[in-house]
């Protein structure tokens, strides 16, 4: 090995592997970014892929969230600091500014604003949601 810090113990936090899928309206999201974030500011996340399906991560080699109850965050403009070509990318300064801007397309009170909550226990291992426009999904459905 190179030798490097100290590694994390996984095997003490209990993961437990948490995948899903997002719609909004019954509409699958593509590249929305699910967070589960614990009291503590602590997160897991995932993205959704094109048929809304994701996988929780820990961190970027590590999936699995640490159980308890989480505030579950979904947005379409997050950022999971993980994708490619995003770091020291030039800026076209001709270009519009809305053209790097993405535009949200999950209501606040799923992401800022976020009324989901869910309590993940070592017997879950999917939590499914289906948003609407007006707000009314407050957890998994």
Known sequence: GCGGGPSADYEK??????????T???TAISGAVVMFEASDQTYC???TD????YTLKLNSDKTGVVPGDKVV??????????EEGSAGEEVDPDASPAAGKKEEKVPACYNKDSKLN????SSDSSFNFDLKSDCSTTGRS
């Open 45 to 47: 996340y995932g993205t």
């Open 24 to 26: 909004l309206d019954g």
């Open 13 to 22: 936090l209990g993961l437990v592997d948490i995948s899903g899928v997002v």
């Open 73 to 82: 965050r979904i947005s379409t403009t997050a950022s999971t600091g993980e």
């Open 50 to 53: 094109a048929s809304g399906k």
């Open 118 to 121: 869910v309590t993940v226990t």
